[in-house]
């Protein structure tokens, strides 16, 4: 099993409320439904670098939290992607995006041998190094963590397997974790000693 968190990609276009107070509730998404209160928020596509070019993107980035997908996504993984959250509608007048709110919420992460920062009362400020319980997440795709409810989402390696092989651009995915025998890499060649 291999655990992914979305990741900014180089080129493509991002999308931004454009009210700024509106960036709060899409980081509260912490794996609560929302759609019976859902009100779409007003955002626009831009770019990374105003005076570099740019790519469209049918995933275009908005934060390691939440995914947006365009038209020509949905058709293509719709159905995969909605088995694991909402697909919530963003206004914007330049196309039709939606945003993935997660409703799968876990105690996934094995905090005895992952590596992580804490607040002064305990909870997680920060994870260094993700150490997954893979019976936690054997079943399900796309999720949260309960440890840290407003941090990344993430995803195994099957959904992003479907995300990758139909195409889909403007969202990179970083490999955080895997239960494979040769994780972690080494660093590099290993020289014997002389």
Not at 33 to 59: C, F, K
């Amino acid at each position: 099993m291999r655990v992914f968190r979305p990741a900014v990609p180089d080129g493509f276009e991002w999308v931004f409320p454009l009210d700024e107070r509106d960036w709060e509730i899409l980081r509260s998404f912490d794996g609560s439904p929302r759609a019976s209160t859902w009100t779409p928020i007003a955002v626009r596509l831009g770019y990374s670098q105003e005076d570099t070019g740019y790519q469209p993107a049918t995933m275009p980035w908005m934060g390691s939290h939440v995914l947006v997908f365009k038209q020509e996504a949905l058709r293509l993984i719709g159905t995969d992607v909605g088995r694991w959250g909402e697909l919530l509608p963003l206004e914007c007048h330049q196309t039709d995006l939606v945003v993935f709110n997660p409703t799968q919420s876990v105690s996934a992460l094995d905090q005895g041998r992952s590596s992580v920062v804490r607040f002064g009362d305990g909870r997680i400020v920060n994870i260094n190094t993700h150490v997954f319980s893979a019976d936690a997440i054997e079943n399900i795709e796309i999720f949260k963590l309960k440890e840290m409810p407003r941090g990344s989402l993430y995803l195994t390696g099957h959904i992003v397997e479907t995300i990758e092989s139909n195409g889909l651009e403007g969202t990179d995915f970083e490999l955080l974790w895997s239960d494979e025998t040769d994780w972690p890499p080494l660093p590099g060649p290993l020289t014997p000693p002389e």
